[in-house]
């Protein structure tokens, strides 16, 4: 990121004047922003000669005075001439910021582009560069903000004392204040005049410690942050904890809100890492003292997650949850390949099904996959893709079945690699890093292989 010349802040000008010299078109935008805050505005020219009656100013016309700069936050120059001269001295001498109307390089600060929801002010500036961009952005924010935002920001200052006595802890406090904000209900209280009633029923639920904690149990995806939900944005957003995987690359993570906990209970291999009744108890354990609670998973949370224990563990303990879907990683493999799962007259379906969990004992596993005539999405099959082919084929499955693995699908990463089933069995493939999903099936041949390592061709270390 560039640095900035400039320093973003919010300057108080409450109980003093802005000094604005000049009576033209310029002096009148700059009243307009001026009279947007509650310092009094007094314009300063010998000529006035725009049409200031729609503002709440105080109109001085005649020469400029070192005492008119008394109690000035700002000076605004927006004339030339001897006034100018004399209030740009002075404004310098005193040491009041100063901006002189179109002339960047006299100026102590500019005045960005404005999104204004009072109390809520958004602040565009391209430091002078791009004021198209800039208006073009605010025109965005406007869009995104409701009109009602400023009041409800007000209600929430208005009960900050109240809520402040009632609700003892910090964190808990935050989530009345987060339910506020974003609540449907009191934004269409407020519109019908009944704001304050309604803020004031949520406070005293929230007070009652009648705001629960709850689990989401969101999908990642593959692991590249545009491949998450909006939902599991949000709701991220608004997590005060994050339980994480291993899996889920820190990019993913940090879309959480900056300042939630963030708990990684499956640290790479040789470390410490959770096990599935920890995650279980951890998970009920934070809920239990009414946290929200992020449990982020790779991929989709129902597939190859573990979601059902812990499904179970939160429902033993009557607590509430939400699931999130997310974009399995054998999807992120197709879309990456350009392989279609299904395919008219060639494959009828496919099956997600564990390389790894079924063993070579598990015969039904194996030969249910080898002779399901569909394309097959194996998860967890890696390090023991040559024995999963070598099985296929003991179990009926052609030798000639196209087989495709992606490796680090969805990710900035991935490799690629296609062959059969006979090439795949016929020795152990040094994969690149990552995880990996494998193909199988005549559906396979139909994607975008071009580029993928030939199996066949490569040198195999024999296991
Ligand atoms: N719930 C996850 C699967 C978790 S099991 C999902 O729906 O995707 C872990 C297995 O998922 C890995 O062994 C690998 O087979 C697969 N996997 C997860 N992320 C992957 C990725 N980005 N690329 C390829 N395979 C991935």
Not at 344 to 351: E, L, Q
Not at 385 to 406: C, Q
Not at 407 to 425: D, E, I, Q, W
């Amino acid at each position: 990121m560039g640095q900035l010349n400039t320093f973003p802040l919010s300057y108080k000008v409450q109980g003093q004047r802005i000094v604005i010299v000049g009576g033209g078109e310029e002096a009148l935008n700059k009243t307009r922003l001026a009279t947007k805050t509650t310092a009094q505005v007094v314009i300063i020219s010998r000529h006035i000669e725009a049409d200031f009656s729609g503002f709440a100013v105080e109109m001085v016309e005649r020469a400029l005075v070192p005492a008119d700069l008394d109690g000035t936050a700002l000076v605004f120059v927006a004339e030339e001439g001897a006034d100018a001269e004399l209030a740009k001295a002075e404004a310098r001498t005193r040491g009041i910021p100063l901006n002189v109307v179109d002339v960047p390089a006299e100026c102590d600060f500019y005045t960005p582009s404005i999104v204004d929801r009072a109390p809520l002010t958004v602040a565009i500036s391209t430091e002078g560069d791009a004021p198209v961009l800039a208006r073009l952005v605010r025109a965005r924010i406007e869009a995104m903000l409701s009109p009602r935002i400023g009041k409800i920001a007000r209600l929430a200052g208005s009960l900050r004392k109240t809520a402040e006595s009632l609700i003892d802890d910090g964190a808990a406090r935050r989530r009345f204040y987060e339910a506020l904000v974003t609540s449907p209900e009191i934004e269409a209280a407020e519109q019908s005049g009944q704001g304050i009633a309604a803020a004031t029923d949520l406070l005293n639920q929230h007070a009652a410690g009648e705001s629960r904690g709850v689990v989401w149990l969101i999908g990642a995806g593959p692991g590249s942050e545009d491949l998450l939900t909006l939902r599991a944005q949000r709701l991220l957003q608004e997590a005060d904890v994050i339980v994480h995987d291993q899996l889920v690359p820190s990019v993913v993570v940090d879309m959480g809100r900056r300042d939630a906990e963030r708990i990684d209970v499956g640290k790479a291999k040789g470390h410490h890492s959770f096990s599935q009744a920890q995650i279980n108890t951890l998970i009920v354990r934070l809920a239990g003292q009414g946290k929200r609670v992020a449990r982020l998973k790779s991929g989709d949370p129902m597939i190859f997650g573990r979601a059902g224990e812990e499904i179970a563990a939160l429902r033993k303990t009557g607590i509430d949850y939400q699931i999130v879907p997310g974009i399995s990683a054998a999807l992120a493999a197709a879309a990456d390949t350009a392989t279609p799962l299904t395919l008219r007259k060639v494959s009828s379906g496919f099956i997600m099904a564990t390389a790894h969990g079924a063993d070579d004992s598990d015969l039904q596993h194996w030969a249910a996959l080898a002779q399901s005539g569909l394309t097959l999405a194996l998860y967890m099959g890696k390090s023991i893709a040559s024995e999963v082919a070598a099985r296929l084929i003991a179990h009926g499955a052609l030798p000639a079945t196209p087989v495709g693995i992606v490796v680090n699908a969805g990710r900035a990463g991935k490799s690629t690699y296609s062959g059969t089933l006979a090439t795949l069995a016929a020795g152990q493939v040094a994969f690149s890093d990552g995880p990996a999903i494998i193909f199988v099936g005549e559906a396979v041949e139909a994607g975008d292989w071009a580029d993928a390592a030939q199996l066949a061709g490569m040198s195999f270390k024999v296991a």
